[in-house]
């Protein structure tokens, strides 16, 4: 197993940590298309909603293989 030969101090340590290498990318923007208003992507902004503009589908049970008409 490798290990460091002299200890690191701990400006070099926390210039490491803070590089720009650990920082997290900006969040991406795009415009919602129900209320052509900013949104993060992927999302329909709350604009949207409250309007009614948008309407969450509702959600439908998944058909299992095991339950077959066996009668």
Do not use: Q, W
Not at 36 to 56: D, N, Q
């Amino acid at each position: 197993m490798a290990v460091p030969k002299k200890k690191s101090s701990r400006s070099r340590r926390d210039m490491r940590r803070y590089s720009c290498a650990y920082k997290m990318d900006p969040i991406a923007e795009t415009t919602c298309k129900f209320a052509h208003v900013p949104a993060r992507t992927h999302t329909v902004s709350m604009k949207a909603i409250k309007e009614g503009l948008y309407e969450a589908k509702a959600k439908t049970p998944k058909k299992s293989k095991n339950t077959s008409a066996t009668a």
